[in-house]
């Protein structure tokens, strides 16, 4: 059945109220986090089970919905200092869902669940989340990094946003095992303060909504907003978009769910939407990402598509206008996209973009990565991308390794970790797609060898007179340099490690490096032989074997991060770059660097010891040293 005609005898299956007048009207304002202390029947705090007792009451307990032994269950967590919320399942549904304790080692988010029973210790009214797992010598005190991440689940850059009036830096990270999005604000993108879980997951039409990825902006009245469309979906179609407003420029309590549109395709989770935009024309833009096929199961060889509608207001009312994206295609070209575009973002007019703010960029997330498309697009027509080598490439590389074989992009093969990803935008203006100035993104870093995870550093976009994507730390991340700790400028040392081991000053947390090579026009060009791979090294241990590499290949032509010594493995990413120089952060087992201002590779080290903290360079000694300098860096982050 086509769109239109669903759309047609959408009514007539459900009623569902779709927003058409302003915002503000009768909103019903939510608590952040208004936690049920139970205990509670017909209800669970789902998920983070760290042991699960069977249980065998006797027929004397049975009486109202087995009281007696659910409070053996609750006694059972309050005695145990891990636990932080639990649920007891009655005998009441027989075999399907035997009789059991669970305890969690947090609080994790309730649902309706009809023969159980839940609730919390005292301890929930203190909990933040998990610590960061591992030794603490591999904890970050740079990248912010709250404890609802380090809890299994999805944890992507649901939102983003910088209201002007109050100075605050938004960003709002998927926790749905916590509830619903982890909100964080920051004056400065460099200290950043948690506010907890808001929004949270609310009963809806559809089933319990808990915020899948989706955006925040600010509506036509100049009221902050998010987004999103509920998950999971216990329909097969028409679960609207929907908005929350926010009571006041904190945006740490919000308003009842406010429906702007129903989503009608094959898909269950036709889902993620990019943040809707204001176009040159004065319309609104908004769309939901799903495959091109239109159909739940299958791969989808077609790849992705994001569906388009439009309205005069935020408010709407909203049609349907087409399509604004469709691809397979990925980085690597022997590998093609197989189901919907995930947690997408849109945003255009960088900096320096040579078509005079014309430029666009769509982002997707497959394979563990955050790859982008650059390109242009008219008001209410399609997104055409570019067919520049440069205008399809991977935001960070950590998800690549190199081959045993084959040169640039044909020499990288993926490594199957999810490690940066799920990258979302913020700037000076919400219409991160046609008002003018500074891009900053940041994204999603999973640890998949501890089981933790942060949110990636801040890093400017700006476009270069090629229309190629460039990318840099943001420079307020420079207040947190405390001391220097080496430099060294052109003719003093090269590249072979003749530069002493140099230790990361006492008491600092963290260090900055940035390096720069006098490669020559013969071996840029190849007229003559490529040298050995060279470059900085980091976390070096005294007297054994561990450390991490960033190096430049050009045999290859691959940037690495070489962490064979450390974690068994190498990442690489292509060697575009627009000058021989690398600018990496090291924040304890976290490694940021970018190559040349264009390629990035995220990486944890993760070092044997706490004194595995020296750095030097790397190489046979046939490429000039241009410069050097490293920084230590004060905590900002992760406060006990």
């Not at 997408?344 to 973009?353: I, V």
């Not at 078509?355 to 990565?369: A, H, I, L, M, S």
């Amino acid at each position: 059945v086509s769109y239109q005609q669903r759309e047609q005898i959408a009514p007539e299956k459900k009623t569902m109220p779709i927003l058409h007048s302003v915002l503000v009207a009768a909103l019903i304002c939510v608590s952040v986090r208004a936690w049920d202390y139970g205990p509670t029947y017909g209800q669970d705090y789902v998920g983070i089970d760290y042991n699960v007792t069977a249980w065998h009451s006797p027929q004397s307990m049975s009486a109202n919905h087995w009281y007696a032994a659910m409070k053996l269950c609750e006694n059972y967590c309050l005695q145990d200092p891990r636990c932080v919320a639990w649920t007891y399942c009655t005998p009441e549904a027989g075999p399907s869902d035997p009789e059991r304790c669970c305890l969690k080692n947090g609080v994790p988010v309730e649902v309706p669940a009809n023969t159980h029973w839940t609730g919390l210790s005292p301890r929930a009214a203190n909990w933040t989340g998990p610590p960061y797992p591992g030794p603490a010598h591999v904890h970050p005190t740079i990248h912010f990094s709250p404890g609802c991440l380090h809890i299994d689940g999805w944890h992507d850059i649901a939102g983003a946003l910088y209201l002007q009036k109050t100075n605050t830096h938004h960003v709002f990270q998927g926790c749905p095992l916590s509830g619903g999005w982890h909100h964080a604000t920051s004056s400065d993108l460099v200290h950043w303060e948690a506010h907890g879980i808001a929004p949270t997951a609310a009963a809806t039409p559809f089933g319990f909504s808990s915020p899948c990825s989706g955006f925040a902006t600010v509506d036509d009245h100049g009221q902050a907003v998010v987004g999103y469309r509920q998950c999971p979906s216990t329909d097969q179609d028409g679960v609207p978009l929907s908005i929350r407003v926010a009571a006041n420029e904190t945006m740490e309590t919000f308003g009842q769910l406010l429906n702007l549109f129903p989503v009608y395709f094959q898909r269950r989770l036709p889902y993620d939407p990019v943040r809707p935009w204001v176009g040159t024309d004065g319309h609104w833009y908004a769309t939901i990402a799903l495959d091109a096929c239109n159909r739940s199961g299958p791969a989808c060889n077609l790849g992705g598509s994001a569906h388009m509608w439009t309205a005069d207001s935020l408010a709407g009312p909203w049609r349907h206008i087409g399509v604004l994206f469709s691809s397979n295609r990925t980085v690597l070209p022997d590998r093609v996209q197989v189901n919907e575009f995930v947690t997408p973002d849109y945003f255009g007019n960088l900096l320096g973009d040579p078509r005079g703010g014309k430029t666009r960029v769509f982002t997707n997330n497959f394979d563990g990565y955050t790859m982008y498309f650059i390109g242009t697009q008219e008001d209410g027509g399609p997104f055409i991308p570019d067919q520049s080598p440069a205008a399809l490439s991977a935001l960070d590389w950590a998800s690549f390794k190199p081959r045993d074989s084959g040169v640039g992009i044909n020499g990288l093969a993926l490594s199957g970790q999810q490690i940066f990803s799920m990258a979302r935008t913020l700037s000076a203006d919400p219409n991160q797609v046609v008002a003018p100035g500074r891009k900053v993104i940041v994204g999603w870093l999973q640890d998949n060898t501890l089981d933790a995870a942060s949110m990636s550093l801040p890093r400017d976009l700006t476009l270069g007179p090629d229309a190629a994507l460039r990318q840099a730390f943001v420079p307020e991340l420079q207040s947190l340099r405390t001391e220097t700790l080496a430099r060294y400028r052109a003719g003093e040392v090269n590249s072979s490690a003749v530069l002493p081991l140099t230790r990361l000053a006492a008491g600092a947390e963290a260090m900055e490096i940035h390096a720069c090579f006098n490669v020559s026009a013969e071996v840029r060009s190849g007229r003559a032989a490529a040298p050995a791979p060279f470059g900085v090294r980091v976390l070096a241990c005294s007297g054994q074997n561990a450390h991490g590499d960033l190096l430049f290949d050009m045999a290859r032509q691959h940037v690495v991060v070489d962490r064979s010594t450390t974690d068994g493995d190498m990442r690489a990413g292509p060697l575009e770059v627009d000058e021989y120089c690398l600018h990496a952060i090291v924040d304890h087992s976290i490694v940021e660097v970018i190559f040349g201002n264009r390629t990035a590779i995220t990486a944890f080290i993760h070092a044997p010891d706490p004194d595995c903290t020296l750095f030097s360079l790397v190489g046979d000694g046939s490429v000039e040293l241009a410069s050097f300098d490293a920084w230590a860096l004060r905590q900002a982050n992760n406060f006990a």
